[in-house]
């Protein structure tokens, strides 16, 4: 029996650099975040700043619950919350920093309370392009020619992308992409018009949702737009 009345809580904040979570290997911890212990009536009862290697600890919590706030940086987002193992997922439920509340008791100690944090630069490029010419390059054909155009979606940021709709200023829809899409990745949807008698500039235009790696969208970033342009001069055969 303790009849230590306190209690130590911690952990650790890092840099969620694949935004699944998860601490993984070579994910940085981060310095110099704030870290404040709220009671149930919101009053703040500590705050204190992680190590340069993201690790933080309140010593001495007396019994009571409890629950976490963490300041996240101008840039960074809080990576998607309870994602796997508790001992090296992110509590923070959402973009106010705020873990859920929990219990202490004296002569414990609760080192689990950790935070994801990521730098979000979402992006999306459209790449559009009218029978198999060269992005930015007018199609020359004949008159009644059938034209394929190709509508290149590239991940160009460092989040995932979901809810990802393609459009054509002459074709309307052209379709939905499957996400996430992962940083880097590309697909592709393609149109196609027959018969093309006169000359015609179609602008396409992706719309995308920043998200996590498990298809969450990520709140408080804004929505992605891009958009890009074909060119087909019909001359007569």
């Known amino acids: 029996y303790s009849n230590n ?24 911890g981060l310095s110099n975040i704030t870290v404040r212990v709220y009671d149930l009536g919101t009053n703040v009862v500590g705050t204190t700043t992680t190590d340069t290697n993201g690790v933080y600890t309140f010593a001495s919590v007396a019994d009571g619950s409890y629950f976490v706030g963490f300041t996240a940086p101008t840039g960074y987002v809080f990576t998607v919350a309870t994602n796997g193992p508790a001992a090296t997922d992110s509590d923070v439920l959402g973009t106010n920093g705020f873990t859920a509340a929990f219990a202490l008791v004296g002569g414990t100690t609760n080192l689990t309370v950790d935070a994801g944090l990521f730098d979000a630069m979402p992006g999306v490029r459209l790449v559009l392009t009218a029978g198999g010419v060269a992005d930015g390059v007018t199609l020359v054909t004949n008159t009644g020619s059938d034209v394929t155009y190709r509508y290149q979606v590239i991940n160009t940021g460092n989040t995932y992308l ?23 990745a590309t697909n ?50």
């Not at 009345?5 to 940085?28: C, F, H, I, K, S």
């Not at 015609?200 to 891009?226: E, F, K, Q, R, W």
């Open 162 to 184: 979901v809810s990802l709709s393609v459009t054509d200023s002459v074709l309307g829809v052209i379709g939905a992409i499957s996400g996430p899409l992962a940083p880097g």
């Open 5 to 28: 009345t306190t209690a130590t809580l911690g952990n650790y904040v890092w840099r969620d650099a694949n935004l699944n979570g998860q601490q993984d290997a070579g994910e940085p």
């Open 188 to 237: 592709e949807l393609t149109g196609i018009v027959s018969n093309l008698v006169a000359d015609v500039t179609n602008t396409g235009m992706v719309v995308a949702l920043p998200a996590y790696s498990n298809g969450t969208v990520i709140a408080g970033l804004a929505s992605l737009t891009n958009t890009d342009d074909a060119v087909v001069d019909i001359v007569s055969p």
